[in-house]
């Protein structure tokens, strides 16, 4: 079983608010990713690591931050929320296989909700 | 730039029919990963498959089996004698061996009918 946590699983806040979606992993796994996904559709990502003071946009253009300051804790942070966040937030992280990417494991997701 | 196209948005059988599901990939490494993945109802992820683009190996693993063919850039997944329980969301995902980014293609949903 995957150890990934993400907190909290639910958060419905006001327009303007500040959010801090947390992510933790024991695995000690270098690689860390957050990916944005609709009930039922694709997976987008907007931000990985590849380790420690290492942060990348990725694909999709996001308004939020990511920090890693320890190997296990990967944060998104959004400054100011707003309806169009509204989303569920998954975390995952990987160890390499030898060369490249390995297995992702993903957390049970953040479903966040701006009204 | 790496991309991944699942052409069947949603594809509905009938239980023990076999389904395979189709995924196109483009890059311009050399050395990349492929990887599908389930997501059932429930929600979570679950790791199917990862494969590398030096290995062409068409894989089993019990009903499951992947085609892998270089000269068309496709990784394909075959349920055999599919299940009720096979129903769920699956995603092909491509990792270039420049950086780690994983990208998601945009699912194809199954269902399997009793």
């Known amino acids: 079983e995957a150890d990934i946590y993400q907190t909290p699983r639910y958060l419905v806040i006001g327009t303007g608010k500040k959010i801090t979606l947390e992510c933790s992993q024991t695995m000690g796994h270098d690689k860390m990713y957050w990916y944005q996904q609709d009930p039922g559709m694709e997976l987008h990502l907007i931000h990985y690591?590849?380790?420690?003071?290492s942060t990348e946009k990725g694909d999709l253009s996001s308004e939020s931050t990511v920090s890693r300051i320890r190997t296990e804790h990967f944060p998104l942070t959004l400054e100011s929320a707003r309806p169009s966040h509204t989303s569920q937030y998954l975390c995952?992280?990987?160890?390499?296989w030898g060369t490249g990417t390995g297995e992702l494991f993903f957390g049970e997701g953040s479903r966040l909700t701006v009204l | 730039a790496q991309k991944v196209t699942q052409a069947q948005t949603e594809i509905s059988v009938v239980e023990k029919e076999d389904v395979t599901l189709d995924c196109v990939y483009e890059?311009?490494?050399?050395?990349?990963?492929l990887f599908w993945y389930k997501q059932p109802p429930s929600g979570e992820l679950v790791f199917l498959i990862r494969r590398n683009s030096f290995d062409e190996q068409n894989e089993i693993s019990g009903r499951y089996s992947w085609n892998f063919q270089k000269s068309t850039s496709s990784f394909n997944f075959t349920i055999t004698a599919s299940q009720v329980v096979d129903s769920a969301v699956y995603f092909c995902a491509l990792s270039e061996d420049r950086d780690d980014k994983i990208i998601f293609g945009k699912g194809t949903r199954l269902h399997i009918l009793p």
């Open positions: 995952a992280s990987s160890e390499s």
């Open positions: 890059t311009r490494d050399t050395t990349y990963y």
């Open positions: 690591s590849y380790g420690v003071n």
